[in-house]
Structures are given as structure tokens and as C-alpha cells.
């Protein structure tokens, strides 16, 4: 594997804050943490909902933001436990620890109000903040990549498996309610697609969306385009 160097050509960004939006999102910038040493999922310390809650209540995360991540985590736990429970008799679902999901869903936007206030990228920063408090660099990769994934959309990396589960959750969530990509992208074009370039990146991240959904799809054995969560579990053909 070669490791490239030097920053990716983001000169035709419209403003630093873009530029630099770009620029988190090409596979030059950090490895995927399959590089680093096996370690087992529970190396690390990991918050508890209530730890969670605490760090919500630090970082002066607002009501809706919270509702939104509760959301996130319950579609994020069913995902989570339906790929455990796949019927492929593999072991590699329990590179799925459930109490990172959990962790995970619910600081995924613990940056979020901050950067809304006063700039800045809040998977970045997030994923900061996350590795800071916790000390988990797991739990501190999805946080920081659930926007956009720059590698592969391989469920079968058993390390990647948790972040792809978490960014496509967030996807599936608008607000704190759970809807179909489609519905979720089109809110996102509206509210945040003010130039076409922004539209642009909207609409790549929709796709990316779409290939996770497939992927995890075929990993769960569960159609998920318009699966629902009924009693915390997975339902197909929700509507
Ligand atoms: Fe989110």
C-alpha cells in the first residue's frame, strides 16, 4: 500500500470552509484504522447512554439534535444486531460491539450546534471531541465519518462495519423521524444546496447512501429501502 502525500488540489473551492470540507473528504487524509494494530472491540473505554447524555449536557447539545441522535441510535442498534444475527454463522459480527454503536449513534452529531454557531466541520471537530472524551479511537472514527466514507463501501471490513451502520442510520434520519434516502436527500438539498457545487456533493453523498444501503442490504438479508424499526427491531416493507 502507498501512502500518498501532499494536500488534494481544493483550489477551486468557493471558501476555505468548502475547501476544507473537500479536503476531508479524499482518502489521502488519514487511513482507514484497518491499519492499525487488531485490537478487540472493547480495547477502549465506552460510554454508557447515561455517559452520553453527560456529554450531550457538556457540549450544550440543543433538544432537537438529541432527538435526532436517539433516533439515529435506535435505527443504528437495529442495524447493528440484525448484521450479529445474519445467519452466516461468521464471528466477524462480533466485530460489531454493541455498546460503541450505541456510543457512537449518540455523539455523532455532538458537534453539530458548535459549528452551526460558530463554523467549522462537525464530523471533524466531533470526532475530536469524541476521541478526547472517551479515548476511543473506534468510537471516534464514526463520529468523524459519518458524513461521507472515503474508502470502499465494503461491509465485509469487519472494522468498517460499525462506521457504514452509523453514516447510513444518520442518513435515514431526518430530524427525529426515520424516512427513505430520497426523502432525507431532498430535505438536505433544500436546506443546505444554496450553490450547485454544494448541490453537487449532496447528490454524491446520496449515491454513496444508496451503495451502503445495497451493501448492508445484502449483508443483513434485509431489504432496507423502506424498512422501519417496529418493538427496536428491523421491519421490512414499512412503507
Ligand atoms: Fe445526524
Redesign the pocket.
Known amino acids: 500500500m502507498t501512502v500518498t502525500g501532499g494536500m488534494p488540489f481544493t483550489g477551486d473551492a468557493e471558501n476555505p470552509r468548502e475547501a476544507a470540507a473537500i479536503r476531508c473528504m479524499t482518502p489521502d487524509d488519514l487511513p482507514p484504522i484497518s491499519f492499525a494494530p487488531p485490537a478487540p472491540p472493547d480495547a477502549w473505554p465506552v460510554p454508557d447512554a447515561a455517559a452520553c447524555h453527560a456529554l450531550w449536557d457538556r457540549y450544550a447539545m440543543p433538544d432537537h439534535i438529541r432527538a435526532?441522535?436517539s433516533m439515529?441510535a435506535d435505527m443504528a442498534m437495529a442495524l447493528a444486531r440484525a448484521a450479529m444475527a445474519d445467519g452466516t454463522g461468521r464471528e466477524d459480527g462480533a466485530d460489531l460491539h454493541l455498546p460503541s454503536v450505541l456510543a457512537c449513534a449518540l455523539l455523532?452529531?455532538i458537534a453539530?450546534d458548535y459549528t452551526i454557531r460558530f463554523g467549522g466541520n462537525h464530523a471533524q471537530l466531533g470526532g475530536a471531541w469524541t476521541l478526547h472524551e472517551t479515548g476511543n479511537p473506534r468510537i471516534a472514527q464514526g463520529v468523524m465519518h459519518?458524513v461521507h466514507w472515503p474508502w470502499q463501501v465494503d461491509v465485509a471490513v469487519p472494522q468498517w462495519l460499525m462506521p457504514l451502520i452509523i453514516i447510513y442510520a444518520?442518513k435515514r434520519?431526518k430530524h427525529d423521524r426515520l424516512v427513505k434516502l430520497e426523502e432525507r436527500f431532498d430535505d438536505l438539498i433544500e436546506r443546505y444546496g444554496r450553490t450547485e457545487r454544494i448541490r453537487e456533493r449532496i447528490r454524491e453523498s446520496h449515491e454513496q447512501a444508496v451503495d451502503i444501503e445495497r451493501a448492508l442490504s445484502a449483508r443483513l438479508g434485509v431489504p432496507l429501502h423502506d424498512a422501519g424499526l417496529r418493538g427496536g427491531q428491523l421491519a421490512a416493507n414499512a412503507g
Do not use: E, P
Open positions: 435526532h441522535s439515529v455523532h452529531d453539530k459519518h444518520d434520519v
